[in-house]
């Protein structure tokens, strides 16, 4: 079955950084774009970056751009998502998810000193 498992959440000072990861099973990975979303309490979810099945494209949110990175491991069924300069307004559940296959349980980023 289709499964999503994120991981590299946890608690970062403002100005660090951390490095999820979506490790992905059960369709053909390589054939499908990757997403990373998150969901801060309150508010609704937001498209934070997307790549290419390929790894050759990808686009970013605004309030993420120059900041974050997301990538992919077409051989391992791993995406990234490498975030640097964290603040304290990138608190939230981030989740991989993957357009009409499923989505992650995701994965607590909080940003506080």
């Known amino acids: 079955q289709v499964q999503l498992v994120e991981s590299g959440g946890g608690l970062v000072q403002p100005g660090g950084s951390l490095r999820l990861s979506c490790v992905a099973s059960?369709?053909?990975?390589?054939?499908?774009?990757m997403n990373w979303y998150r969901q801060a309490p309150g508010k609704e979810r937001e498209l934070v970056a997307a790549i290419s099945s390929t790894g050759d494209n990808s686009i970013y949110a605004d309030s993420v751009k120059g900041r974050f990175t997301i990538s992919r491991d077409n051989a391992k069924s791993t995406a990234y998502l490498q975030m640097n300069s964290l603040k304290s307004e990138d608190t939230a559940v981030y989740y991989c998810d993957v357009a009409h296959i499923g989505r992650g349980q995701g994965t607590q980023v909080t940003v506080s000193s």
């Open positions: 059960g369709f053909t990975f390589s054939s499908y774009a």
